[in-house]
């Protein structure tokens, strides 16, 4: 049986996008688990961050992050905005001393770096996009949301069997693409 997760999205109940109080929000509530955008800094450092990151001011790190989610006990959502993330920041959560069970990621994740590095998906949970999966299939990252969602249904079988191949979790779809 598969149980509902309940995330509390980044910004939640109306706290700053990517901050201390919105982590601190999400495990208050009582969310399963909470969702923080991570990009690396300039000078290297994983930061929570949606958009580029310019300045490292108001920047929590990831780190910081991590230690509040390890003793809460829930588990974290890390939606990578960048490629080249994904082992960096499995690589601190183990350091931050979090489990397999509590480290989703879902965002800027290559499937052919999961086919590569199969241990990834063995150290986390992967939440893979669908688009993901398209553009590793098609080779095309402009795919609109209708395209990706044809190319999906016409293109099943191949589309589960490199789904499987990764390792992954979950295929993360938006819902307006999926159709009976």
Known sequence: MITPMITAHSGCEGTSD????????GIALGADCVEVDVRTGRDGSLRLSHDEIRDKNGRITLKEAFAL??????????????????????DLAEECGLT???LIFSGCVDP???????EAAARSRIFLNSEELVSDLTGNRD??????AAFLLAHARPAAERFRLTGAAALN????????
Not at 173 to 180: K, L, Q, V
Request: proline share 6%; charged share 25%.
């Open 69 to 90: 989610i390890r003793e809460s006990g829930i588990a974290v959502n890390c939606d990578l905005k960048e490629y080249g993330a994904l082992l960096p920041v499995i």
């Open 100 to 102: 397999r069970e509590q």
């Open 143 to 148: 795919l609109r949301r209708a395209e990706q």
């Open 173 to 180: 779809a938006p819902y307006g693409i999926m159709t009976d």
């Open 18 to 25: 990517d901050s201390i109080a919105s982590v601190k929000t």
């Open 112 to 118: 052919k770096l999961l086919a590569s590095h199969p």
